[in-house]
């Protein structure tokens, strides 16, 4: 018998959650602890779908040197061994999944094709977890075969191979977790860790796009010491950067229970004294704008980390796009919860940039859309920049009906406009909003200090920190190895990056 097992990441996007590296995703850690507890003795090992391209292009990128390669961007330690350890594990747990559409610089999340190659190679017990499970349960003909179990949402140490449709206990996960040393080290990027502090969704009505509250219908909160537990057991293993997200609102954490908020960011600081990034995720409109969200937003501002952002998803600007896909939050309920986090956290930190920001989300295409829904986002849009206010980043995309959500059970509808208008529609708002934005809250000559190159194209180097949608700077005509730490100087501006100069090579 096998004396290992290996968990082979192909990457995850949700509403909620990040699971891209240098994302280090819930999915990643439950299965490694659920494989450790079952498995007394063996080794776990990590791998990525990088792993696997590397080895099936012949032990080799995909593009010349000096380019990045996002096929082959994340291989890990287990690089060069990645197919001898698929074909002699006892069992491969697979985690794979979009629930909304994503598009990385410097990634190519695994889809069907690129699972089907690696599960080629398998010879143990095949299992499969995270969102792609409810794809397949949704259309089994197309999986038929590939694995021997699935679970939609966690995988214990109990239920590895039986399978699950509904979330675990988080006291039995608690119980399945231990050291994640053995993990980290498997990784050579350093790693952000994802945080999950509930799941549901605290909204009386449920947005009909939105697959979180399929989650679980029921909200479920986690204790705070059992977030800071893991908190902790991860800055034991080397982990310096976190980020609380994998859940709808990081402001209704038990109920926009400001205490308990308190006691969670005071005691992740308190158990990680030299953790370098703590950001935040999902904000909902309606908790941040409420009285006690400005409380909430002053708190993150305190013990968080500078270049934090609290995404809100307002989705449409327009009324009847709110009511028909019951969105919630108007237009003035969003303006004053960007003014609260603006007054709670546009002060800049020692690095140059705003302690916390608000993001924005906008979603095309959801029953309802005509061409007065574009007007009526870039009426409101323009209303935030003629306010003076600040924002992180905007995310425009287009709907995605996920298995299981009310916009996946309505009939087949006449198309909307944005089918045919979302890239001019798009390009509207990255020119009109987002540039200008980028121009107040980067200024040119802003001085960006403790940034690190990660990728190299056609168009130069590009540079970042790690965080919660950190801003990229783009370098323009060089390319300084990927890992290179640096300052830069802001020289220019367009939608969705920066451009800039470094200030002193190998600086960090």
Not at 98 to 105: A, F, G, I, R, Y
Not at 106 to 118: E, F, K, M, P, T
């Amino acid at each position: 018998m096998s004396q290992h097992s290996v968990v082979l990441d192909c990457y995850t996007v949700e509403p909620s959650g990040l699971g891209v590296p240098p994302y280090l995703s819930t999915y990643v850690r439950t299965a490694y602890s659920a494989l450790r507890r079952a498995r007394p003795g063996h080794d776990i090992r990590y791998l990525t779908i990088d792993d696997i391209r590397w080895c099936l292009n012949g032990g080799k990128p995909h593009v010349a040197a000096p380019l990045s390669d996002p096929l082959t961007y994340s291989t890990t330690v287990n690089r060069d061994e990645a197919i001898r350890l698929l074909r002699d594990a006892r069992e491969v747990v697979v985690i794979g999944g979009d629930k909304v559409p994503s598009v990385h610089l410097h990634a190519v999340n695994g889809g069907l094709q690129d699972i089907v190659r690696a599960m080629s190679c398998v010879r143990g017990k095949r299992y499969l977890l995270g969102p792609m499970t409810t794809f397949m349960l949704s259309e089994p003909a197309e999986y038929a075969g590939l694995f021997d179990a699935a679970h939609t949402h966690t995988v214990t140490s109990h239920d590895i191979a039986l399978g699950s449709r509904t979330p675990a206990p988080y006291d039995r996960l608690r119980a399945d977790r231990d050291s994640f040393t053995g993990l980290v080290d498997q990784m050579p990027w350093t790693p952000i860790a994802e945080l999950e502090m509930y799941r549901g969704c605290t909204r009386r009505r449920f947005c009909d796009f939105c697959n979180e509250p399929g989650k679980s219908p029921v909200v479920a909160f986690r204790d705070v010491e059992d977030i800071v537990d893991e908190a902790a057991r991860l800055y034991s293993a080397g982990v310096r950067h976190f980020r609380l997200g994998q859940q709808t609102c990081f402001f209704s954490y038990h109920n926009r229970d400001l205490g308990k908020i308190r006691a969670l960011l005071a005691g992740i600081r308190e158990r990680c004294p030299d953790l370098e990034v703590l950001h935040i995720d999902n904000a909902d409109p309606l908790a941040v704008a409420a009285p006690v969200g400005k409380n909430i937003a002053r708190l993150v501002a305190e013990y968080c980390t500078e270049g934090n952002c609290a995404p809100m998803g307002i989705e449409s600007f327009d009324p009847v796009v709110i009511e028909r896909n019951t969105l919630t939050c108007t237009p003035e309920i969003l303006m004053r919860a960007v003014q609260h986090v603006n007054e709670a956290g546009a002060e800049r930190g020692p690095g140059g940039l705003p302690l916390l920001l608000p993001g924005l989300n906008l979603i095309y295409g959801l029953p309802g859309e005509t061409h007065a829904t574009h007007i009526a986002n870039l009426t409101w849009l323009s209303r935030i920049l003629d306010a003076g206010l600040m924002c992180h980043r905007t995310n425009v995309r287009q709907a995605r009906a996920f298995p299981g959500t009310p916009l996946a059970a309505l009939p087949s509808l006449p198309p909307v406009p944005s089918v045919k208008h979302f890239g001019t529609w798009k390009a509207d708002i990255d020119h009109g909003w987002d540039q200008p934005m980028k121009e107040r809250v980067y200024p040119t000559g802003l001085h960006v200090p403790g940034l690190h190159s990660y990728f190299v194209n056609d168009k130069g180097t590009w540079w970042r920190r790690l965080g919660s949608y950190p801003i990229q700077i783009i370098e323009p005509g060089t390319a300084t190895p990927v890992g290179t730490g640096a300052g830069l100087s802001v020289t220019g501006h367009a939608p969705r990056v920066v451009f800039g100069q470094r200030l002193v090579a190998g600086a960090a």
